[in-house]
């Protein structure tokens, strides 16, 4: 017997189209029956291989690509590297086991705008396809604590300055809630704002700081110690 589609977050029209790449054939088929459980998403093709996922990018043009990194023939974030050049709405999400940071610095650059471990949970993995689907960036809880920390050590005045002149104070604590994880939905509810507004001001933030990503926008903000200790 199928498996009951679960209800999806209501605000999707049509099945978010999906693209699974993993060399691990148990854990790919595995990812698809729970993403394919949602009703408001379709798994349309999966590749074992980056080469194979960027054919197939092309052949399928899906909404959402979760890649691994360590794949054979050309990794997660070469792949990721090419998909974007070639298909620039295709929105990219990670699903790695490596948590080190500097995957998810380069995966950023390559152009993904989710970071996934594979020990996340099912509803963090759904949030993050329709998240990203929407246009929006995702980190890991524990990634993001991790950068947290790590940037910490390396703050300065002159850094947190630099940021901060710029920017309108609504703006900070906007950047510093998309710093700790948040969605845009998620932060009007906490200011008491529209989500247009927060939608807005994020546009403003990223013409400020010179950044492409609400992604950017959140390694800019943890790089330049806007989000404070007790946060982690």
């Known amino acids: 017997m199928d498996n009951p589609k679960l209800p999806s977050s209501g605000s999707i029209s049509a099945p978010i189209r999906v693209l699974l790449a993993d060399d ?3 854990f790919r088929q595995g990812v698809r029956r729970l993403l394919e459980a949602a009703e408001d998403i379709d798994v349309v ?6 080469e194979q996922a960027v054919r ?3 052949e399928f043009a899906p909404d959402v690509v979760l890649l691994d990194i360590g794949m054979p023939d050309l990794s997660g974030i070469d792949a990721a590297r090419i998909i974007k050049t070639r298909s620039p709405r295709t929105g990219l999400i ?3 086991v490596h948590g080190e940071e500097e995957f998810l610095f380069e ?7 989710g970071y996934l471990l594979k020990d996340c949970t099912a509803e963090e993995l759904l ?8 246009g929006e ?4 809880p524990t990634m993001a604590a991790k950068v947290m920390h790590e940037f910490a050590k390396v703050r300065s005045t002159h850094d947190l300055a630099a940021v901060m002149n710029p920017l309108t104070q609504r703006e900070v604590e906007i950047l510093q809630h998309v710093a700790s994880g948040l969605a845009n939905k998620e932060i009007a509810l906490r200011l008491g704002i529209s ?6 001001h994020l546009s403003n933030i990223m013409e400020k700081l010179h950044v492409n990503s609400r992604t950017q926008a959140a390694v800019y903000a943890l790089r330049s110690g806007l989000v404070p200790d007790d946060r982690v």
Do not use: C, F, P, Q
């Not at 093709?45 to 980056?50: F, R, T, V, Y």
């Not at 949030?127 to 929407?134: C, K, S």
């Not at 989500?195 to 807005?200: M, P």
């Open 137 to 140: 960036g995702l980190l890991a």
């Open 94 to 96: 990670m699903l790695t």
């Open 127 to 134: 949030r993050a396809v329709r998240v990203v689907y929407e």
């Open 24 to 26: 691990h054939d148990l």
């Open 107 to 113: 995966a950023i650059k390559a152009g993904a705008m």
């Open 195 to 200: 989500e247009r507004t927060v939608k807005n």
């Open 56 to 58: 197939l990018v092309e």
């Open 45 to 50: 093709s999966e590749a074992s291989n980056g």
